[in-house]
């Protein structure tokens, strides 16, 4: 019976398509097409192909200010667009200046393309013919195209522009654009464009502490050098000598002389011997390596040097940029004596705290006291935004930075939450972010309670939201997931370093009773118990021994603990630390008693080259690197300094 129905299913099925397809087609008849005239020049511009968009255009000059796409762009919108740089100049050759303003479907002018597509060149190249004027853009209606125009500057990383645009038109600082966002806004979006949003390493941080930017250069021509110590030839300190003296006793007896000066003399050969052979494989080791590594590290310093002179000029400027938002900001307040959302500042503030942009927030802060005492999202001043998101740089500054502790630290917002029960929701965070393992950020979660716990009075610690809970029900309430991500991270660890401990104390145990060259059938001691280096491989395996079964012992006590939340703050941790500290010595000395028992066994008899040597410590320095990493970010995490209360550089005089 279903076979019998299926032509049917498939004649409706049919002539639903064809109903729908004709409805879209008198749906479509109304629609402006005349843009379809034009794809010859379309496929022209879009191609690069500056012979056949001449022609198009000798033959129709017309088309030149015409939209030749649906969405209303004109060929001078796709050359920007595709970076066509020789299109551009060939139809700008051929527009007038109320041309160059046309604007697209989304309200674009080829100017503001050039910024969306991160044309800077051709964009800096159609600024200064475009019709923009200081009465225009400082008119109601046209401060949106400014709006527009000078956040795709900053958007687009071109400050050049934007640093230009806001010296003309400060009033921008209060426009918004089509999308309803201000330049502080989208200055505070780019985490990348401050110092605090980038991390180097010493080397880099070196390299861009010696490079130089004029601040009279910024915006036009930059002069870079590399600062290197100015060291007057009176302060020089004369290179260090040292003196190497060999004592020989005073000999007496001439035979006695000789014999030692006999002596003297073959050691003396034997380390020339072999300091002449080091010298020439380091030397030749160093040829080659200098023929074929220096090339490549030359070019990646220079590339290093480009990439954050580049960084630093965009620091500069936008630091630059925000001065002078904060001084229209400034005397705006002055003149109005409002400071609801001037320019969008409040939810700018909001943004660079969540994204950890310190300068940002303490330049701003600076222009006048009362953002300090705003509210911001949700009825939020800055510290309780600062504890929110987890930005402890920004807390040191605003609270050590201001006389205002007590007050900032009494606010309550719309849930009647106080700034200790900021510590008990969960944000997203780009600090929490950057640490690994959930144990870790959880310690984290608990040392920022303990810190705001501490700057608080006890009325506010023992006081309910609206929905009655106090900041440490708060807290255990939200943290609950991350306390048991944290636990099976923990376990997950241990469990797995205890079966290598547990291997290290099997093997070192079981040397003891086969030890190299074996024993003395009469005596009953080890043959080679004579040698220095048998009592250094027995002393060895002791100390490796002794080693792995504390690190069995201290996973053993992390496995078994209760895991509640103040054991994450320290006991756990201070575990796994030793844990993990004493399961490497003890590999280590394994490593080293492994090499003894080999030297003790050959002799004199070198049947293993050195390389071999190598060879064997390859994995165990791979296990200790691989472990390091670990252990490194909870000694850090643990027992480095008080990260709230470091001693930090402000962004801003």
């Not at 953002?371 to 600062?386: H, Q, V």
């Not at 756990?572 to 500290?581: A, C, H, Q, W, Y």
Request: with cysteine; aromatic share 10%.
């Amino acid at each position: 019976m279903a076979i019998g129905k299926r032509p049917q299913l498939i004649a409706f099925t049919e002539k639903d398509h064809l109903m729908k397809t004709r409805k879209k087609i008198a749906d479509t008849g109304n629609i402006d097409k005349s843009y379809l005239q034009y794809a010859d020049l379309y496929r022209a511009v879009h191609r690069g192909n500056l012979t056949a968009t001449k022609d198009f255009l000798d033959y129709q000059p017309e088309a030149v200010s015409k939209a030749i796409t649906n969405k209303g762009q004109t060929a001078l919108h796709i050359a920007v667009a595709t970076g066509h740089a020789h299109i551009v100049r060939e139809l700008v050759s051929r527009m007038s200046t109320e041309d160059l303003g046309i604007e697209d479907g989304d309200g674009y002018t080829a100017l503001i393309t050039a910024l969306v597509y991160e044309r800077s060149k051709l964009a800096l190249y159609l600024y200064p013919l475009t019709s923009l004027n200081h009465d225009d853009l400082v008119l109601v209606e046209k401060r949106r195209q400014g709006a527009m125009l000078l956040n795709r500057a900053i958007s687009s990383r071109n400050l050049d522009l934007a640093l230009h645009l806001i010296r003309l038109y400060p009033s921008l600082t209060h426009a918004l654009d089509d999308r309803g966002e201000s330049p502080l806004l989208a200055l505070a979006s780019m985490r990348n464009a401050f110092p605090s949003g980038n991390r180097l390493v010493f080397w880099k941080q070196w390299i861009y502490n010696c490079i130089c930017i004029h601040p009279s250069a910024l915006g036009t021509t930059i002069e870079t050098r590399l600062n290197t110590p100015n060291v007057e030839s009176g302060n020089q300190s004369a290179p260090a000598t040292f003196e190497t003296r060999l004592n020989i006793p005073n000999v007496e007896n001439g035979r006695q002389r000789n014999q030692v000066i006999t002596r003297i003399k073959s050691v003396t050969a034997v380390l020339l011997r072999h300091l002449i052979s080091v010298v020439l494989y380091l030397w030749a080791g160093l040829i080659v390596a200098s023929l074929y590594y220096t090339p490549i590290l030359l070019a990646a310093i220079v590339k290093a040097i480009v990439q954050l002179y580049a960084m630093k000029k965009l620091h500069k400027q936008s630091q630059k940029l925000l001065s002078f938002m904060c001084e229209e900001i400034s005397t705006s307040f002055i003149q109005t004596g409002q400071l609801e959302n001037i320019g969008g500042v409040c939810d700018a503030i909001t943004l660079a705290i969540k994204n950890g942009i310190s300068e940002f927030v303490l330049k701003v802060a600076r222009t006048h006291p009362s953002f300090l005492e705003n509210k911001y999202r949700n009825s939020r001043n800055i510290l309780m935004l600062a504890v929110l998101y987890r930005q402890s740089e920004i807390f040191s500054h605003i609270y050590h930075g201001f006389d205002m502790e007590n007050t900032l630290t009494s606010y309550g917002d719309c849930n009647d939450d106080n700034i200790l029960h900021m510590v008990g929701m969960i944000e997203d965070s780009t600090m929490r972010n950057q640490i690994s393992g959930a144990a870790l950020q959880m310690q984290r979660e608990l040392q920022w309670f303990k810190l705001v716990e501490r700057i608080v009075n006890s009325k506010i610690k023992e006081s309910t939201n609206k929905n009655g809970l106090t900041p440490r029900q708060l807290f255990t309430k939200n943290h609950e997931n991350m306390r048991e991500k944290g636990e099976k991270w923990m376990k997950g660890i241990a469990s797995s370093s205890i079966v290598v401990a547990a291997l290290v104390v099997t093997i070192t145990f079981t040397i003891v009773f086969t030890i190299p060259g074996g024993y003395n059938q009469t005596t009953g001691f080890p043959i080679f118990y004579k040698k220095g280096k048998f009592k250094i491989f027995i002393v060895l395996d002791t100390m490796s021994l002794f080693l792995s079964s504390t690190s069995v012992l201290k996973f053993l006590e992390v496995l078994t603990t209760r895991y509640t939340e103040e054991d994450f703050l320290e006991v756990l941790l201070k575990k796994m630390i030793l844990g993990f500290s004493t399961l490497m010595l003890s590999f280590l000395t394994l490593m080293i008693a492994f090499f003894c028992a080999l030297d003790v066994m050959l002799g004199d008899e070198r049947y293993i080259p050195g390389s071999s040597y190598v060879y064997i410590s390859i994995p165990v320095i791979y296990f200790i690197r691989t472990q390091f990493c670990i252990l490194r970010n909870m000694i850090k995490s643990t027992y480095s300094r008080d990260i709230f209360n470091r001693k930090m550089k402000l962004g801003f005089n």
